[in-house]
């Protein structure tokens, strides 16, 4: 999708006329309608500003390249050369694909939010699933995480070993990255609004300390 039908379709998600977006973006209704048309294209900067009125960011989305292997013995299958998130709730979605080829159990839904059903379920995805099917519900971190327990032939394994070491070559990162300035993001999200907690009422006064008593025969004058 290019830059003109995102900003139009982020315009529309958000419930905003033309004219309520430009001015919330610092631009006219006219420009923005030329950008919506296609008459003109704004840059990447432009195009961010308007997108981040709406709610919305510019990112990056990963392409995955799919290779098919052929092995003695096995069904043929695809192989990606590198993971990919899948952002929840979609990763812990129960899905419903071929019956059990694997234990032949018969079973034939599968609950990704259960590590052992995930388990069965990345397995029959990765022997006998289809690119657009693996894409859409294996998620590359959970997938690492089960990764040593898959009962996978070893050509298949073999196969994706190098998308598997890639991902796990992971940098060093700094926790008080922060303190420095640099924005706070993670692949596929940013901070937006963050509401603080009030702060805490101030403590009660102590009361004062009672004053003595003091007996009728006390010889000392009155304070």
């Keep these: 999708m290019d830059r003109n039908h995102l900003i139009e379709q982020a315009r529309r998600s958000c419930g905003l006329t033309q004219v309520?977006?430009?001015?919330?973006?610092?631009?006219?209704?006219?420009?923005?309608?030329?950008?919506?048309?296609?008459?003109?294209?704004?840059?990447?900067?432009?195009?961010?500003?308007?997108?981040?009125?709406t709610g919305h960011e510019l990112t990056l989305r990963t392409f995955v390249d799919w290779t098919e292997h052929r092995a003695p013995g096995i069904n043929d299958f695809s192989v990606p050369d590198r993971l990919w998130p899948v952002a929840p709730p979609m990763c812990f979605a129960t899905i419903t694909m071929m019956?059990?080829?694997?234990?032949?159990?018969?079973?034939?839904?599968?609950?990704?939010?259960?590590?052992?059903?995930?388990?069965?379920?990345?397995?029959?995805?990765?022997?006998?699933?289809?690119s657009h099917q693996m894409i859409r519900w294996i998620d590359g971190g959970l997938l690492i995480d089960v990764w040593g327990e898959l009962e996978l032939p070893d050509?298949?394994?073999?196969?994706?070993?190098?998308?598997?070491?890639?991902?796990t070559e992971?940098?060093?990162?700094?926790?008080?990255?922060?303190?420095?300035?640099?924005?706070?993001?993670?692949?596929?999200?940013?901070?937006?609004?963050t509401k603080r907690l009030s702060p805490p009422p101030p403590p009660a006064p102590s009361p004062p300390p009672p004053r003595p008593r003091r007996s009728r025969f006390d010889p000392r004058p009155p304070p």
């Design 170 to 193: 992971a940098p060093r990162d700094d926790a008080l990255r922060f303190m420095s300035g640099t924005a706070w993001v993670a692949a596929s999200a940013r901070i937006g609004r």
């Design 99 to 130: 019956p059990d080829l694997i234990g032949h159990s018969g079973k034939s839904e599968w609950n990704l939010l259960d590590r052992g059903e995930r388990i069965g379920a990345y397995e029959q995805l990765i022997r006998f699933g289809l």
């Design 20 to 53: 309520e977006l430009a001015a919330r973006a610092g631009t006219s209704q006219a420009t923005l309608s030329a950008y919506e048309r296609g008459l003109k294209s704004p840059s990447l900067k432009v195009a961010g500003r308007i997108l981040a009125a």
């Design 155 to 167: 050509p298949v394994r073999a196969a994706w070993e190098p998308a598997i070491r890639t991902a």
